[in-house]
């Protein structure tokens, strides 16, 4: 695998103060330059823009994988499975709502993987994924 750089990724919002909360103080994202109708987060080594548009429509879609209907669009992250776990285990003492609870997708099969799906205070959802071993599974047919 190449050595990635980071992605950059803007995203709509309908309140600043609910994205700090969710992306600042719930997920741990240190938070870098903002304005009055944006704010830069840190996503895990990545630029997320939270851009205010409070007349999003903000329509669900949803696609069958593995049983499950995903949230689509979604953005998120690969993780290290002990990163994965503890990030999991953070989450579920948030008490917050999964789109998809956290499990193991595609068992026994090519492409295994933990995953979880929710949303985040302003509707944009997010896919937490890990893989036993990433550089062999992540792109594996």
């Known amino acids: 695998m190449n050595a990635l750089t980071p992605f950059h990724l803007a995203i709509p919002v309908d309140d600043l103060t609910k994205s700090r909360e969710f992306y600042g103080e719930i997920l741990g994202c240190e938070e870098g330059r903002s ?27 949803h696609n069958p994988v593995d ?14 499975m002990q990163q994965w776990k503890q990030l999991r285990d953070k989450l579920e003492s948030h008490n917050l709502d999964f789109v998809i609870e956290p499990y193991i997708r595609f068992e026994g099969q090519v492409g295994e993987q933990a995953t979880m799906f929710l949303y985040d205070f302003c509707g944009n959802a997010l896919e937490f994924k890990a893989f036993a071993n990433i550089e062999e599974e992540l792109f594996k047919k």
């Open 35 to 61: 304005s009055d109708i944006w704010i830069d987060f840190n996503f895990f080594g990545h630029q997320l823009v939270c851009h205010l548009a409070e007349n999003n429509n903000n329509e669900k879609h």
């Open 67 to 80: 049983g499950k209907s995903v949230p689509v669009p979604h953005f998120g992250i690969v993780m290290e």
